[in-house]
């Protein structure tokens, strides 16, 4: 798992304008959530088959995607998901535009969430 990060690294390095790298998977990158049995987070972009094998890694720079109008974060913040094999440019653009979009809104359905738990919290008291 640490030569893939290291790999991760120097990749986003070496493409500061980038947000998502879709790779193939490496061996065992996902070992520890396979020893706690949990299944890692997954994405099939529309128009692929759900039934293609998932050996393919989607690296997602969350700082970069969160402030990438502003470039002011500095750090780095990765998730890594499973995804099915995305070779074309054009394919892993469409699907990029597609990942960031839903981890947007999941980002923004958390943050309205807690919005709401902290209103309940404080007309509770």
Same mark, same amino acid.
């Given at each position: 798992?640490? $030569?893939?990060i290291v790999n991760d690294r &120097? *990749? =986003?390095? %070496? #493409?500061?304008?980038?947000?998502? !790298?879709?790779?193939?998977?490496?061996? #065992?990158? =996902?070992? %520890?959530?396979?020893?706690?049995?949990?299944?890692?987070?997954? =994405?099939?972009? $529309?128009? =692929? +088959?759900?039934?293609?094998?998932? $050996? *393919?890694?989607?690296?997602?720079?969350?700082? !970069?995607?969160?402030?990438?109008?502003?470039? +002011?974060? #500095?750090?780095?913040?990765?998730? !890594?998901?499973?995804?099915?094999? /995305?070779?074309?440019?054009?394919?892993?653009?469409?699907?990029?535009?597609?990942?960031?979009?839903?981890? +947007? &809104?999941?980002?923004?359905?958390?943050?309205? &969430?807690?919005? /709401?738990? %902290? !209103?309940?919290?404080?007309?509770?008291?």
């Amino acid at each position: 798992m640490q $030569s893939a990060i290291v790999n991760d690294r &120097n *990749w =986003f390095d %070496q #493409h500061p304008r980038e947000i998502v !790298r879709f790779r193939p998977a490496l061996n #065992h990158e =996902f070992q %520890q959530l396979e020893e706690l049995e949990e299944l890692p987070p997954t =994405f099939i972009p $529309s128009g =692929f +088959s759900e039934t293609l094998p998932k $050996s *393919w890694v989607a690296v997602v720079e969350i700082m !970069r995607m969160t402030d990438a109008a502003h470039g +002011s974060l #500095h750090g780095s913040l990765r998730l !890594r998901i499973c995804t099915v094999p /995305i070779r074309s440019k054009a394919n892993q653009a469409n699907a990029a535009r597609e990942l960031i979009k839903a981890i +947007s &809104n999941e980002l923004l359905d958390l943050g309205y &969430n807690d919005l /709401i738990d %902290q !209103r309940v919290t404080y007309k509770a008291a």
